[in-house]
C-alpha cells in the first residue's frame, strides 16, 4: 500500500484463539448476529438503531478527504476537507488524520475551527525524505496548537517499512519537539506485545483492531475485539490504550468467517460504540468515507468501510 492510506495492511495479521465462551452469547454490549436474512421490518429496526445511535455521537473517525477520483499522492484542497468535516462534524468529537502533507496538513486547523479535536498523524514509510517532510508537518501543526494528540506512523512495522530502531528515534524526536502534548505510534495490537521498546516509546499506545482482517465471524466479533484491547491493556504499564481504528466493510470477499455485509456493517458499528461507551474507552471508527482507490490493494472489502459512501451520502438511511 502506498501513499498516505487510510487504513491498513491486513494479509499478514494474526489471528487469536477462538474466543473463550464464544459458543455462548456476546458480552455485555454485544448484539445479535445476523445468521439469516433479515425480514423488510428487521432491517428497518436496525436502520434505525443505527441512525439513532450515530446521531448520539462517537468518540471519534478516521477522517478521509479524498473524493471519488482521488487517491494518496494526489492534493486534497481546504475546500473538501472543510465539505467533508461538516458532514461528520454533528457525530464526532475527535478526527484522526493520517498526513501532515500534500494538503493534509491543514485539516487539523480546520478541524479546530469546527469545534472539533484532532488525533493528528504522521505518515512514515520506506521514502526517508518524504518521512523528514511528515515529521516537520507534524511537529509545525502541533506547535501552532492544532493536534490534541500525535501518531508518529501508522503500520510501520506490520508493513516493515521501517526498522525499530529507526522508528523509535522518530518517536522520541517528535517527543522531545512537543513536550506537553501526548505522542503514540499506530499499528495493530500485537505489534506493541512484539515491540516493547516502541511501546515503552510511546507517551500514548494507539492500536488497530479488526476482527473482520482476522477472520471472526459477526457473532464473535465483539469479543475479539476486546480480547486485543485487553492483550496491549495488560502490556501498557499502566498507559493509556486509545483504539485508533476498527471497523467492519459493507461489501467484498469473505475472509474466513467474516462476511461483509451492510448488516454486519451497521451491527458492529452498534456494538462498538456500545462496548466502547460501556467500557470507558476511547475509540476512533474507521471510517468515515468510503474509499474506491483501496480496491486495488483490499479487494472490494476495502472500498466500503465508510459510514458514508464515496458520494458522502449516508448508508443504511431511507
Known amino acids: 500500500m502506498s501513499g498516505q ?15 473463550a465462551g464464544s459458543s455462548g452469547p456476546l458480552p455485555a ?42 487517491a494518496p499522492g494526489a492534493r ?7 465539505a467533508r468535516l461538516e458532514i461528520i462534524r454533528p457525530h464526532v468529537r475527535w ?38 517532510r511528515e515529521i516537520d508537518g507534524v511537529v509545525a501543526i502541533a506547535s501552532a496548537g492544532h493536534a490534541d494528540l500525535v501518531a508518529v506512523g501508522n503500520e510501520v512495522l506490520l508493513r516493515e517499512d521501517l526498522p525499530e530502531d529507526e522508528l523509535v528515534a522518530y518517536l522520541q524526536r517528535v517527543r522531545q519537539a512537543l513536550p506537553g502534548v501526548p505522542v503514540g505510534y499506530v499499528d495493530a495490537y500485537y505489534q506493541f506485545e512484539d515491540h516493547p521498546r516502541v511501546t515503552a516509546a510511546c507517551d500514548v499506545v494507539l492500536v488497530n483492531c479488526y476482527p473482520f ?31 485508533t481504528e476498527t471497523g467492519w466493510p459493507a461489501q467484498g470477499e469473505v475472509n474466513v468467517d467474516a462476511e461483509p455485509s451492510a448488516e454486519n456493517q451497521m451491527l458492529y458499528f452498534l456494538d462498538v460504540r456500545k462496548w466502547a ?20 490493494s483490499e479487494g472490494w472489502a476495502g472500498t466500503s468501510w465508510g459510514l458514508w459512501d464515496e458520494n458522502e451520502k449516508l448508508k443504511f438511511v431511507n
Open 5 to 19: 492510506s487510510n487504513g491498513s495492511m491486513r494479509h499478514r495479521a494474526r489471528s487469536l484463539e477462538q474466543p
Open 29 to 70: 454490549g454485544g448484539v445479535a448476529a445476523v445468521e439469516r436474512a433479515l425480514s423488510p421490518q428487521e432491517r428497518a429496526e436496525l436502520q434505525e438503531a443505527f441512525r439513532r445511535t450515530l446521531a448520539g455521537g462517537v468518540h471519534g473517525l478516521c477522517f478521509s478527504p479524498y473524493l471519488e477520483g482521488q
Open 76 to 82: 486534497v484542497s481546504e475546500a473538501q476537507i472543510r
Open 95 to 132: 478526527v484522526r488524520t493520517f498526513s501532515c502533507t500534500d494538503g493534509h496538513e491543514h485539516t487539523p486547523r480546520i478541524a479546530h475551527e469546527l469545534g472539533l479535536q484532532t488525533l493528528v498523524g504522521a505518515w512514515l514509510g520506506k521514502d526517508r525524505d518524504k518521512n523528514e
Open 213 to 243: 482482517w482476522e477472520g471472526a465471524s459477526i457473532k464473535y466479533a465483539g469479543i475479539y475485539l476486546q480480547e486485543m484491547y485487553n492483550k496491549v491493556k495488560a502490556i501498557s504499564k499502566g498507559k493509556d490504550v486509545i483504539v
Open 277 to 296: 461507551d460501556m467500557a470507558n474507552i476511547d475509540l476512533f471508527y474507521f471510517s468515515s468515507f468510503d474509499e474506491s482507490w483501496k480496491v486495488h
